[in-house]
Nanobody, 115 residues
Framework: QVQLVESGGGLVQAGGSLRLSCAAS????????MGWYRQAPGKQRELVAI???????KYGNSVKGRFTISRDDAKSTVSLQMNNLQPEDTAVYYC?????????WGQGTQVTVSS
């Protein structure tokens, strides 16, 4: 069983920045697909950024050029640097990862961007 714990959410004004971190209880390696998703009220969960097969990074169209995903396998962490935040980025952000063919989700962290 792997646990994912997010941190770093909060309230920020439009144009501001936040950095989210996800700590995994298990060891992570280049074989572990990991990333971030978000869900706004009344909307479906959507991709924000992920490390896909071969560590290829994929971003959601709405965050390209503003968000950057990174990982530190030695520390079992995945981070998301979010710059130039906009009110439409307001959502609960979830860390996601795959271990042994099973998919795991964190509990989520709230990001609220005021205009």
């Amino acid at each position: 069983q792997v646990q994912l714990v997010e941190s770093g959410g909060g309230l920020v004004q439009a144009g501001g920045s936040l950095r989210l971190s996800c700590a995994a209880s298990g060891i992570i390696s280049s074989n572990n697909l990991m990333g971030w998703y978000r869900q706004a009220p009344g909307k479906q969960r959507e991709l924000v950024a992920i490390f896909d097969v071969g560590l290829i990074i994929k971003y959601g169209n709405s965050v390209k050029g503003r968000f950057t995903i990174s990982r530190d396998d030695a520390k079992s962490t995945v981070s998301l640097q979010m710059n130039n935040l906009q009110p439409e980025d307001t959502a609960v952000y979830y860390c996601n990862g795959w271990w042994g063919g099973q998919n795991y989700w964190g509990q989520g962290t709230q990001v609220t961007v005021s205009s």
